[in-house]
């Protein structure tokens, strides 16, 4: 059976915006209660109209970046 979403509030905007540096889309959905995709749209709704969101702060490097890395280092 689907799921369906409840309507977002302006609670969960300013969580939204305080917490998504920090915690994985997802994980925000679930403690709110929405969807990852209503999630997403906040972030993307709140960045067309000019609010510097960072972006995620626990972002992987890939291999390639890595080995470069390792060159540039000199291991």
């Known amino acids: ?3 369906r979403s409840r ?3 302006i ?3 300013k969580f939204v915006y305080e917490n998504y540096a920090k ?3 997802s994980e925000i959905a679930e403690k709110l209660g ?3 995709f209503q999630v997403n749209k906040i972030v993307n709704e ?3 109209r000019g609010i510097n969101i960072p972006k995620k702060i626990g ?3 890939n291999v390639y970046d890595q080995f ?3 060159l540039k280092e000199g291991k």
């Open 7 to 9: 309507f977002v509030t």
């Open 34 to 36: 929405i969807s990852k």
């Open 46 to 48: 709140l960045r067309k």
């Open 59 to 61: 972002k992987k490097m």
């Open 68 to 70: 470069v890395e390792m």
């Open 23 to 25: 915690m994985r889309a």
């Open 1 to 3: 059976m689907k799921k």
């Open 11 to 13: 609670d969960d905007v």
